[in-house]
DNA sequence: CAGGATCCTCGAAGATACTG
DNA sequence: CAGTATCTTCGAGGATCCTG
């Protein structure tokens, strides 16, 4: 976009959460990295999620190659198996400093 | 929100991307992350922010902790740092399957 | 059951202009 | 320089109804 990369507007981590930065797809990754589902499953595992947002995620996962789909039944490619240690990594950060993450909030609020 | 923790809704990892899944949460930090910075040296140095996102941004990060202020310098917090080892880890991934990322989507386009 | 099609809302983000 | 204030657009995501 830019003439150089100096600008950091294209950081490498922006690709990374492009695919999984929305509001579903990491969800659909970890109730497809604890093994393969059926779409209805998915739903009823995962809580919440409407049945538009489910088939658009998985669409839009697989169309990225993180996800194969066979019949109505979802996996993880290798690929979207090895995004699973990002996801750890996501949750690992949250777990560690939830204490400092309330602080912040409420010394504010 | 729900009866049980059944569902995946409230994933840990989804506590993290709403700290750091918008658009220049991740950038901010990383550009924090090489050094303090002024305000205007931010805007620079990010490129293709608007002022008003960038404000935002470092606002939004200052009441979660992870930034902290003085006169028109911000600086990453220790609690702010250590999302760096995230940020890597997301940026890793990108890396290492730029081919596969590719592969994927051509193979459908 | 596994979606697709439609309509609607709401907030993220940009553009622009103004201020101490 | 370091913001604040407005206006607007655009798309994510929910709700609802329809279908093989």
Chains 1, 2 share one sequence.
């Not at 959460?17 to 739903?43: F, K, Q």
């Not at 169309?63 to 993880?76: D, H, Q, S, T």
């Amino acid at each position: 976009m830019s003439d150089f990369d100096v600008f950091l507007a294209d950081c490498p981590a922006r690709t990374t959460l492009a695919l999984v930065g929305d509001t579903w797809s990491v969800v659909v990754i970890v109730a497809l990295g604890e093994r393969p589902r059926r779409y209805s499953e998915l739903l009823e595992r995962i809580g919440g999620i409407s049945k538009k947002m489910l088939t658009q995620t998985l669409h839009k996962l697989e169309r990225n190659g993180l996800v194969e789909r066979e019949a109505p039944v979802y996996a993880l490619t290798d690929l979207g198996a090895s995004l699973l240690g990002v996801v750890g990594a996501l949750a690992g950060w949250a777990e560690e400093h939830t204490d400092a993450l309330l602080d912040a909030q409420s010394s504010v609020a």
